[in-house]
């Protein structure tokens, strides 16, 4: 992926919009070579392959090979890659920091430079991370962007826009102070689940939009370092 960065790349049309390129199907290919070298049986949701292997199996995994592709296309270094075992261990890389948020599903660290550190969340920066892409199925309920103009969230926090889920690792790290998406059932989603198993290693408070948990039927996603943080942030999306 970091080869490929920076160079003329096909693009794959997928609809609305949305694409993949070169590097997306090169990572799908070697992530899932690891994954059948070490367990062949088990199944294999990929964001490009689609299911391969059958999806009632006792182990299934979930890969997104390069969340942030219009990122990465645009020559922008905010991407992440990310792999769940469903109900499982999970990881999420930065390919260009060179950074990895894992969990074996009860605890969570950071590895960089080849140690190891445990994630401990914390709202002291005060940067909350929300997703502005459409579609926006809470509409015209919940838009995270409403939350740009509410006079609370201006007067507490600060909003940014990465445009990936590594930003969702992020609020384990302490690097941010809550993430919040909209979305439908993102327990078994390619793109948020190594993300959110992560957070909840790491004691975050991770909800949907609504408060239930996250799962068939849940919208959207509140993942937040601490419970102050939370109230303060679902307070506003309901107010």
């Known amino acids: 992926m970091r080869t490929l960065h920076g160079q003329q790349l096909s693009h794959i049309d997928k609809g609305s ?30 964001e490009e392959g689609g299911q391969q292997g059958a999806a009632a199996s006792a182990r299934q995994w979930l890969v997104d090979p390069l969340c942030g592709t219009l990122n990465y296309a645009a020559r922008t ?86 445009s990936t889920t590594l930003a969702l690792a992020w609020v384990a790290a302490g690097k941010r102070a809550a993430y919040v998406t909209d979305g439908n059932d993102l327990s078994a989603s390619v793109h948020f689940a190594a993300g959110i198993a992560v957070c909840r290693a790491a004691r975050c408070v991770v909800t949907g939009i609504n408060g239930d948990p996250i799962g068939p039927g849940s919208r959207g996603l509140v993942a937040a370092a601490d419970a102050e943080t939370y109230e303060s942030l679902t307070s506003m999306i309901h107010g």
């Open 17 to 46: 919009g949305d694409f993949a390129t070169d590097a997306d199907i090169q990572a799908e290919k070697t992530i899932l070579d690891i994954i059948r070298t070490a367990r062949p049986h088990d199944a294999v949701l990929g």
């Open 77 to 162: 270094m905010l991407v992440a890659v990310n792999v769940a075992l469903r109900d499982g261990p999970a990881a999420v890389a930065d390919p260009f920091s060179g950074e990895i948020f894992f969990t074996d599903g009860e605890t969570a660290w950071a590895r960089h430079h080849d140690i190891d550190i445990e994630l401990v969340p914390t709202p002291a920066t005060q940067l909350v991370d929300l997703n502005l892409d459409p579609p926006f199925p809470s509409a015209p309920e919940f838009r995270a962007a409403d939350l740009l103009t509410h006079p609370e969230f201006v007067k507490s926090f600060r909003p940014r826009v990465v």
